[in-house]
């Protein structure tokens, strides 16, 4: 290959994690001690909510917000609010690349760290442990992309909104 050729060549991407943190967590517990005098069965509803925006040319934060809230005949047993965040660098990729990047690998990255803090926060609690359960944020992805496509008449979008997405279990 000569330097011509060399130097017309596109850039080759560069994905970095440059931080990853918690920026906001929270448990309530409405009904201790009450509810550890009673046998219940608790329902569980999980949301998600990935926001993304970016803080500098290359720079990216994302934050994942998991919500748990368990609950047993109408009552509210505990409540888990977590935002989970990262700082992404991505460099020498198209739009459409950063979208995927931003709604697939950096949920997938941070998603173990969120699950263990809820973990953690469940059993600190005084709870029986919880383990939530791997998210296939790809499939959700695809998912949200061929929704849209719809709601466009029927065409394949090519950017997925990643902001306010909700998804519940």
């Known amino acids: 290959m000569t330097n011509e050729q060399t130097n017309n060549a596109p850039p080759t991407p560069e994905f970095t994690i440059q ?16 509810v550890f005098q009673e046998e ?15 803080v500098a040319e290359t720079i990216y934060e994302l934050i994942l917000q998991i919500t748990v809230t368990a609950t047993s005949k109408e009552k509210t047993l505990f409540l888990i ?4 965040a990262g700082l992404f660098t991505l460099k020498g990729f198209t739009e459409e690349q950063i979208q995927q990047v931003l709604s ?3 949920p997938t990255i941070l998603f173990p760290y969120a699950r263990e803090a809820v973990s953690d926060l469940v059993g600190r609690a005084g709870f029986p442990p919880l383990y939530l359960a791997p998210v296939n944020f790809e499939a959700l ?25 909700i998804i519940t279990h």
């Open 40 to 54: 219940w069965q608790p329902e569980l509803n999980l949301q998600f909510a990935m926001n993304t925006s970016t």
């Open 104 to 106: 697939i690998t950096c």
């Open 141 to 165: 992805y695809m998912q949200q992309m061929q929704e849209q496509g719809e709601k466009e008449g029927g065409g394949t979008s090519k950017k997925a909104n990643s902001k306010n997405s």
């Open 81 to 84: 609010e977590i935002k989970q």
């Open 19 to 34: 931080r990853v943190y918690v920026k906001d967590l929270s448990l309530e517990c409405p009904q201790s001690p009450q």
